[in-house]
């Protein structure tokens, strides 16, 4: 092998070395990425703990190279508290879906914020079950078709989607809340970036860090990857838009 040649782009040693079975387009992967990234960053993958929950995310311990803890279903905030308060020097993180954490799990996660909990929560947002079949979310968008919604929803009946980033950014326990995409090589750097600061927040004890995801479902969305991709910017940015909601570390 030639000396000169320098890696640039390499596997994050906080990701196993296994192929992904997501489905073609899903954005898990990227996230994933990003969040080993994070980890590898800050030098803390031996003493770092993820707790899966229940959805696609629960495939979180087939990836990284980590210790993880299975949480019942929307229960990861709570179960992440448990390991936390136990082990208070390591760096703990949920990893979950919309379904899991904005539905069936909403106490969990309004409570762990308002407490301050210091933990860390990467959401991934794509607006539907995606494990169980397609079925609507509360993060579903108005007129979104999904098998629970054959004919969109209506939000007369069904309510509207909950911008979960916004709600949590609300709360005096919420050291950093914030909505990223990773549709464009340009959002994944800066998704990266904002994932980087809420694992941050935790291992300089600044308390809760919350980072919604927005991310495609081609499968359960009837969409081929590339048309699934655009619409996380064509459509789903209307409705949730990215930014920071609440970030302690920058009050005067």
């Known amino acids: 092998m030639d000396s000169n040649v320098q890696t640039v782009f390499q596997r994050p040693s906080a990701l196993k070395e296994v192929p992904?079975?997501?489905?073609?387009?899903?954005?898990?992967?990227?996230?994933?990425?990003?969040?080993?990234?994070?980890?590898?960053?800050?030098?803390?993958?031996?003493?770092?703990?993820?707790?899966?929950s229940v959805g696609c995310s629960v495939l979180l311990y087939d990836y990284f190279d980590i210790d993880v803890v299975e949480a019942p279903h929307g229960r990861a905030p709570a179960v992440a508290t448990g390991v936390k308060r136990v082990h208070p020097d390591n760096v703990v993180f949920t990893y979950q879906g919309?379904?899991?954490?904005?539905?069936?799990?909403t106490a969990e996660i309004i409570h762990a914020a308002n407490r301050g909990e210091p933990i860390t929560v990467i959401f991934l947002n794509n607006t539907t079950y995606g494990m169980t079949g397609?079925?609507?979310?509360?993060?579903?968008?108005?007129?979104?078709?999904?098998?629970?919604?054959?004919y969109g929803r209506d939000v007369a009946k069904e309510g509207h989607p909950i911008r979960?980033?916004?709600?949590?950014?609300?709360?005096?326990?919420?050291g950093f809340s914030a909505r990223v995409a990773v549709d464009t090589p340009k959002r994944a750097i800066e998704a990266g970036r904002t994932i980087l600061k809420a694992f941050e927040m935790q291992v300089k004890?600044?308390?809760?860090?919350?980072?919604e995801v927005l991310g495609a479902c081609p499968t359960n969305w009837g969409m081929s990857p590339i048309d699934a991709n655009a619409r996380?910017?064509?459509?789903?940015?209307?409705?949730?838009?990215?930014g920071v909601y609440k970030d302690i570390t920058t009050k005067g």
């Open 20 to 52: 992904t079975h997501y489905c073609a387009g899903c954005h898990h992967g990227t996230v994933h990425r990003l969040v080993a990234e994070a980890i590898d960053l800050l030098d803390v993958q031996q003493q770092t703990v993820g707790i899966g």
């Open 98 to 105: 919309d379904g899991d954490l904005a539905a069936i799990g």
């Open 134 to 150: 397609g079925q609507m979310a509360p993060t579903t968008l108005p007129g979104q078709v999904t098998t629970t919604s054959p």
């Open 164 to 174: 979960v980033a916004e709600l949590l950014a609300m709360l005096d326990g919420t």
């Open 205 to 211: 004890k600044q308390g809760f860090a919350f980072v």
């Open 232 to 242: 996380v910017g064509n459509e789903m940015m209307d409705f949730f838009p990215l």
